[in-house]
């Protein structure tokens, strides 16, 4: 059986290395035993949404937020149609702050957003927020840990998909972080996050493969051993600057 990536703005949101969030999730389902295609795209002109299996979208510069914007609310009704219908896809870094209402950019010029979820974004034009960053999530077992860079706040976030332990959520004066909107997923937690936390990219496979009769998750992968152990460093590293600070 194939399974389908859409990894879309690939070339144009590729900021801090976020495209190893598709090739750890393809590596994944093929030690699963499915073929998987992964198709890059740098516009949804000729995309049909509902062709995926999964759907991705990284981090970019402010300005290719904005182009990538301009490009997808041109599909902004196919877009909602298949997140409606219960699409996995994952938004990382600033392509998270699409799913909101708008984004309004450090010069006070508001772009109007996707509106899956009722949140609105500012960004600021003096001022980054970065940090390395502990989370929490009520749907998967042990933290997750990764990296906050952002020029931004996001406020008006109902569903947030982390609560933060170490480390800024949505907005300076809010602990959630991110949004999750049925199988929809958006993340300011760069790093990759799927490389960082081996556990939230199981789940992911798990929400990916969940309709396939007869398929049961196989959890013994030997490589999965370095990456757990890297993600155990990494937990315990910070945890002792969190209880220094």
Do not use: W
Not at 38 to 53: E, G, H, Q, R
Not at 76 to 99: D, I, P, Y
Not at 200 to 205: I, N
Not at 217 to 233: C, F, P, Q, S
């Amino acid at each position: 059986m194939t399974l389908k990536i859409l990894h879309l703005y690939s070339g144009l949101m590729n900021l801090y290395g976020e495209y190893a969030n598709v090739s750890i999730l393809e590596r994944r389902l093929r030690e699963q035993g499915f073929e998987v295609e992964v198709v890059k795209a740098d516009s949804c002109a000729d995309i049909s949404f509902s062709d995926f299996d999964f759907i991705y979208i990284g981090s970019g510069t402010e300005s290719a937020q904005k182009r990538a914007l301009e490009d997808i609310m041109t599909k902004q009704a196919e877009f909602t149609s298949a997140s409606e219908s219960g699409a996995v896809m994952l938004l990382t870094g600033n392509a998270f702050e699409m799913l909101g209402r708008s984004v309004t950019d450090g010069n006070g010029k508001g772009f109007k957003a996707l509106g899956l979820c009722a949140f609105e974004t500012t960004e600021s034009g003096e001022r980054r927020i970065t940090g390395d960053a502990i989370c929490s999530c009520r749907f998967v077992a042990g933290e997750l840990v990764g990296f906050i860079n952002k020029c931004s706040e996001t406020v008006g976030v109902y569903e947030p998909l982390f609560e933060m332990i170490m480390g800024v959520g949505n907005s300076l004066n809010d602990k959630g972080e991110g949004c999750r909107f049925k199988n929809v997923f958006g993340t300011h937690l760069i790093g990759p996050v799927l490389v960082k936390n081996p556990h939230f990219t199981k789940y992911m496979v798990e929400l990916i493969t969940k309709d396939i009769e007869g398929f049961s998750y196989n959890d013994k992968d030997a490589a999965l051993i370095y990456e757990r152990g890297a993600y155990e460093v990494t937990l315990s590293e910070l945890k002792k600057r969190l209880a220094q600070a």
